[in-house]
């Protein structure tokens, strides 16, 4: 995703990113959370869930390394839709 940018620009994400590492069921994004920032796995697998209106909790989908998440706040720029939680101990840079 970020391969076509000049050097210039990755350099300045990259002074600017942040790492965090996410034990199992722990939350990496919360639902309705405002968001500024954009998340890229780097290591692990997170899932997107919401709950159904009585309470029964509903996989959206999966975020495997490599890949990047929290686009939809950002780009809408809204609340988070819905809630990311590791599956497993993950590794997240957030820029």
């Known amino acids: 995703m970020l391969r076509h940018l000049p050097q210039v620009t990755l350099d300045h994400l990259a002074l600017n990113a942040q790492q965090r590492w996410f034990n199992k069921r722990e939350v990496v994004l919360h639902k309705e959370e405002l968001s500024t920032s954009l998340s890229f796995l780097l290591e ?52």
């Open 44 to 95: 692990g697998r997170l899932q997107g869930l919401d709950f159904t209106s009585d309470g029964r909790e509903v996989g959206l989908y999966f975020i495997s390394p490599g890949d990047y998440f929290g686009e939809v706040a950002l780009i809408d720029n809204e609340s988070q839709p819905e809630f990311v939680t590791a599956l497993a101990r993950s590794h997240v840079l957030t820029l």
